[in-house]
């Protein structure tokens, strides 16, 4: 058995679907794209297609004599009637999505990722496994506003005929919701899992897939995503009606993180559970945050910590077509996922908002944007953080910091802050340690 990566598998990987039918691994690699920016001319975007969609929709069927043909059709099976929208106006080929050297920049805008996904994506249109799967129905909402704030993408895959499932001959539509960016303004509102029932992200996801269904003509749908994006995935296929629901052949959450309030007991959820399959490396914090988990399976793999969030270091076996599986996850990302549920549950939702507010006023006290450019310019952000730090309210200042120096760790990797700055472990050193996080943070970082 031959461990390697998804790029290694997208790469080497030349039978069709019909030969090798569509996997988890597949799965992982259209998810992984949808951090692809596609927001130029070349690709169809929502907003356009909704328009289109509501257009013809309305001269259909907005007259008199419309209204009667849709009750005379209402019966009719999706195959009957004709849809309002084609595939050529909404998709367009892998290659004309992503392929343009020119536009690296704009399409692959992330930095430190950039070089791998220009790898994974040479590797997919040049696979005769992925080179016909089309791409189109791009979204991107981007929003600052303090009381509004937002980063969400999406886009739906059109997967060969029977590429999903041969004993069915519907072609099947896959959605793939990206996950947290960089910006402060993206990680915020994974924080806001934490305190608020629906996120925005959550709602336009469930409104995405409301409008690729109706697109699609009924079509058989997957819908899936990494980080953030698993979460949406979830959310989305538990909020949208029955009959969308029964549309949705299967749900991915790669290491998304899980929910606050009672979502995974009511009856939409337990309907579409048997259809999820959440992925996590075995060192995940991010799949285990809030006490409301999905069943999972565990991946291996080789990267250290938190850098196992990002599927590139997934182990794939290419002999199964398939990710190595372990048998669960660490102790030690058990216990800062149950630590972290302690935490939270310590303190009340408002309380929760406080420290989170607090935490990123802190963050944009920089005047950066993201935590990219902080820790590429730690020597100058530091001690603008450190005032910021001083000056917050003295009622939530001492969770503030302890919880700053956590999240400050889970993203630039576990034990690792004090090298960018002694001042600020200085300081986390006065903070009070009958804190719950903080004990338990320090118990972790002993063992």
């Known amino acids: 058995m031959s461990a390697e990566t998804i790029v290694t598998y997208a790469r080497t ?66 195959k009957k009637s004709s849809p309002l929208l084609h595939d050529e106006e909404r998709f367009v080929s892998l290659y004309t999505a992503l392929w343009r050297a020119e536009d690296f920049e704009n399409i692959f805008p992330s930095l430190s990722t950039r070089e791998m996904m220009i790898e994974l994506v040479s590797a997919v249109v040049a696979s005769p496994r992925f080179r016909d799967i089309k791409v189109g129905e791009f979204t991107y909402e981007f929003n600052n506003d303090r009381e509004h704030q937002q980063q969400f993408a999406a886009m739906t895959f059109l997967l060969p005929e029977t590429a999903y499932d041969s004993n069915d001959s519907k072609t099947t539509e896959f959605i793939a919701f990206r996950g947290t960016e960089t910006s402060f303004v993206g990680w915020r509102e994974d924080f806001e899992l934490a305190f608020h029932k629906d996120i925005p992200s959550q709602l336009s996801a469930a409104r995405y897939v409301e409008d690729i269904y109706r697109h699609s003509h009924g079509r058989n749908l997957v819908i899936a995503g990494h980080s953030k994006g698993g979460n949406t995935a979830v959310y989305a296929a538990t909020k949208v009606p029955a009959n969308v629901q029964n549309a949705i052949q299967q749900i991915y959450s790669f290491d998304g ?191």
């Not at 679907?17 to 001319?41: H, K, W």
């Not at 820790?375 to 001083?390: E, G, V, Y």
């Open 13 to 78: 990987m030349l039978r069709t679907f019909d030969d090798v039918p569509f996997n988890n691994v597949d799965a992982a690699i259209l998810s992984q794209l949808a951090y692809a920016q596609l927001d130029g001319e070349q690709v169809p975007s929502l907003v356009h297609t909704r328009a289109e969609y509501q257009a013809r929709y309305k001269k259909k069927y907005g007259s008199p004599a419309g209204k009667i043909l849709r009750a005379v059709t209402a019966g009719l099976t999706k």
């Open 257 to 447: 993180p899980g929910f606050i309030t009672n979502l995974l007991d009511s009856p939409e959820y337990k309907r579409i559970e048997p259809k999820l399959t959440k992925l996590i490396p075995q060192d995940s914090f991010v799949g285990m945050m809030f006490a409301g988990r999905e069943p999972y399976r565990v991946v291996h793999s080789d990267e250290a910590s938190v850098m196992q969030h990002f599927m590139y270091k997934w182990a794939v076996d290419l002999d199964s077509a398939d990710f190595v599986y372990d048998q669960e996850i660490s102790s030690r990302a058990l216990k800062i996922a149950d630590s972290y549920v302690e935490w939270t549950n310590s303190l009340d939702l408002a309380t929760r908002r406080k420290v989170i507010d607090a935490i990123f006023a802190i963050f944009e006290a920089t005047g950066y944007e993201s935590f990219t450019e902080i820790a590429d310019n730690i020597s100058t952000a530091a001690p603008m953080m450190w005032q910021a730090a001083q000056e917050t309210d003295s009622a939530v200042r001492d969770i503030t910091v302890t919880a700053l120096r956590d999240l400050f760790s889970m993203i630039f990797g576990f034990n690792n802050f004090s090298k960018y700055t002694t001042q600020w472990e200085a300081m986390v050193a006065k903070v009070s340690q009958s804190l719950p996080f903080s004990k338990n943070a320090e118990e972790i970082e002993q063992n």
